[in-house]
Nanobody, 123 residues
């Protein structure tokens, strides 16, 4: 089993940067792919942002973020990062990380979820 805790959210001006972290507990963390999803205010579903496989060798991004966001992982620290640059007001959302075996961009594939961290981008 894997438990996930997100951190690093906050308030930032448009054009600014934030780095989110997803810290995991559990001995098998390094065997899991990690995905980042976000849920914007008033939206019912969580939107895919980025995902990384167990080794860090394969990554996928949503088209809306691929030029400004970078996902990475440090298995020794059991942490996955989401570096977000050139933030826009439309990036405002609660950001969640999730774990599963095998990389995927679909939220229904993920088994374990964190509690989320709020990112607010002001114009």
């Amino acid at each position: 089993q894997v438990q996930l805790v997100e951190s690093g959210g906050g308030l930032v001006q448009a054009g600014g940067s934030l780095r989110l972290a997803c810290a995991a507990s559990g001995r098998t963390f390094s065997s899991y792919a990690i995905g980042w999803f976000r849920q914007a205010p008033g939206k019912e579903r969580r939107e895919f942002v980025a995902a990384i496989d167990w080794s860090g060798g394969s990554t996928v991004y949503a088209d809306s973020v691929k030029d400004g966001f970078t996902i990475s992982r440090d298995n020794a620290k059991k942490t996955v990062y989401l570096q977000m640059n050139s933030l826009k007001p439309e990036d405002t959302a609660v950001y969640y990380c999730a774990a599963k075996r095998g990389i995927s961009r679909y939220s229904y594939d993920y088994t374990y979820w964190g509690q989320g961290t709020q990112v607010t981008v002001s114009s």
